[in-house]
């Protein structure tokens, strides 16, 4: 009897440590899948959506654009965030520093406008750059996190 009872009681145990892992690993897997770093505000989204340039991580940036992400480059075309972020990969876009201020973010239910200025220095398409941009972030709140749907910048020299 007693050899009974320590067998359910440690069978117990063993499907209770076993429910705890297979839970964390769930967690674990949707915080990997979810790019690790979801936006829950739409300011973090603009801050995210401009550190994955800095830092060169196309896979962030794609999996932080809506499917429909549009960016309005410099000399006034509308470039696709799956060109964006080949471009990001590829090395044609290389952002060696930036500084993001004069940020403010104004909110619409599930849209948010977020503006300000980024000192930015670089290359595109081997071109160096150094200058100061104003621009504009338009997120959307989807699927419990913000993403980006749309960039404007204008250079201010």
């Known amino acids: 009897m007693l050899v009974r009872l320590l067998s359910n009681s440690l069978i117990f145990k063993m499907k ?4 705890i892992a297979l839970f ?3 967690i674990l897997r949707a915080y990997a899948q979810s790019g690790g770093a979801p936006a829950y505000d739409p ?7 401009f550190n994955a340039l800095l830092e060169e991580d196309a896979t962030t940036l794609s999996r ?3 499917p429909d992400f ?9 470039i696709d965030g799956g060109t964006l972020a080949q471009s990001l990969a590829g090395g044609f876009i290389v952002i060696d520093a930036g500084s993001i201020y004069s940020l403010q973010t104004r909110t619409y239910g599930e849209a948010a406008v977020t503006n300000g200025t980024w000192q930015v220095r ?15 972030v338009v997120s959307v709140r989807q699927g419990g996190s913000w993403k980006v749907a749309s960039v404007q910048m204008t250079p201010t020299r």
């Not at 209770?16 to 429910?19: A, D, Q, S, Y």
């Not at 300011?43 to 959506?49: D, I, Q, V, Y």
């Not at 595109?124 to 504009?136: A, S």
């Open 16 to 19: 209770k440590t076993l429910f």
């Open 122 to 136: 670089g290359t595109f398409q081997n071109r160096g750059f150094d200058t100061e941009v104003v621009f504009t």
């Open 43 to 49: 300011t973090t989204s603009a801050n995210l959506f």
């Open 64 to 66: 932080l654009l809506t």
């Open 70 to 78: 549009g960016i309005v480059s410099f000399d006034g075309k509308i």
């Open 24 to 26: 964390l690993l769930s």
